[in-house]
């Protein structure tokens, strides 16, 4: 069960990937991925699609988003499995979460304009389908296509993170709000890329407890964003806090990600993993039609 190649997380056009839910279910096939999710960021309207991609490939699918959660002053993002996305409460949290991004990226782009990076939102625009969902993404795009950086990294450095002349402070979700949707709606909520925060030993130890208390059940123990040293602390942390390990890439792109789909290492022995709580099975073998 542990071995499952499963992959519990990754982005579409819907958020801020930059492939469509069927080109990402085609992907995740041909990496082998036998357990698959798209999580966008605070966005369910890929899921459809990527349902009916799955099936037809003949690979188990679980429905997924990606909340973005303000906590101690922090952006956390939240995963959300196995929920059912007609779930009225949760839609209108998605929307009240996405409901703030134009007006971010206006002042985003004010930002930049005062360094001498004019038409940034017109530039970003350029590289978003959904359009609610404008994301920090779409503008390092837009600055590493006009040649501003090499990298969507290094904008993120120079431009996009706190402090820098195109980041704009944003109130995202509340923990208990965040997982209560996800768990209203039947689902699992898990903590992604716990290893990315910059949180204190004490600030870490309240996320953790408080999404605990809130109903959270799982940690992300393997990510694309994790080396040897965040898995092995983050699974220590699962069994302390009695959580189950979610397994996921948090690919993007094939240009930018780092890691593949489907290509973590196993999730260890001594954990459990997280789709031992969701409700999936592999789609049987499509019938090959008998021509006589
Ligand atoms: P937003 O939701 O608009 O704040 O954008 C957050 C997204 O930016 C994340 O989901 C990542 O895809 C991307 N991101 C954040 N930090 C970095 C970074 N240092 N380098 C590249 N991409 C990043
Ligand atoms: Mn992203
Ligand atoms: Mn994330
Ligand atoms: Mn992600």
């Given at each position: 069960m ?49 349902a ?41 949290g ?27 939102l ?34 993120f ?22 997982v ?26 309240a996320?953790?407890?408080?999404f ?70 592999a789609?049987?073998?499509?019938l ?5």
């Amino acid at each position: 069960m542990n071995l499952l190649n499963a992959d519990l997380h990754c982005h579409s056009r819907f958020s801020d990937g930059t492939l469509s839910p069927t080109e990402l279910a085609e992907r995740a096939s041909a990496q082998g991925v036998a357990l698959w999710a798209l999580t966008d960021h605070d966005e369910i309207r890929g899921l459809a699609e990527a349902a009916a991609a799955a099936q037809t490939l003949g690979m188990g699918f679980v429905n997924g988003v990606e909340i973005s959660v303000t906590f101690a002053g922090e952006t956390v993002h939240i995963v959300g499995l196995g929920f059912d996305a007609t779930d009225a409460g949760l839609q209108a949290g998605l929307a009240h979460t996405r409901g703030g991004r134009l007006a971010r990226a206006q002042g985003m782009a004010d930002g930049l304009a005062k360094v001498g990076l004019p038409g940034a939102l017109e530039g970003a625009l350029r590289y978003v389908s959904n359009p609610d969902l404008v994301s920090r993404t779409h503008f390092a795009r837009w600055l590493v296509e006009t040649g501003v950086c090499s990298d969507t990294g290094a904008v993120f450095r120079r431009y996009l993170t706190d402090g820098k002349p195109g980041f704009v402070p944003h109130r995202w979700a509340g923990l208990g709000d965040a997982v209560a949707w996800i768990t209203r709606a039947g689902g699992v909520a898990v903590i992604a890329h716990p290893g990315r925060y910059r949180f204190s030993v004490n600030e870490e130890f309240a996320l953790f407890s408080e999404f605990k208390a809130h109903g959270g059940q799982g940690v992300e123990v393997l990510t694309g964003s994790h080396g040897p040293a965040d898995t092995a602390k983050y699974s220590e942390m699962a069994l302390e806090f009695g959580l189950l390990a979610s397994r996921g890439s948090d690919f993007h792109s094939p240009s930018e990600s780092r890691i593949e789909l489907g290509s973590l290492p196993d999730l260890s022995a001594t954990l459990t993993p997280v789709w031992q709580a969701l409700k999936w099975r592999a789609p049987q073998q499509r019938l090959t039609p008998f021509s006589a």
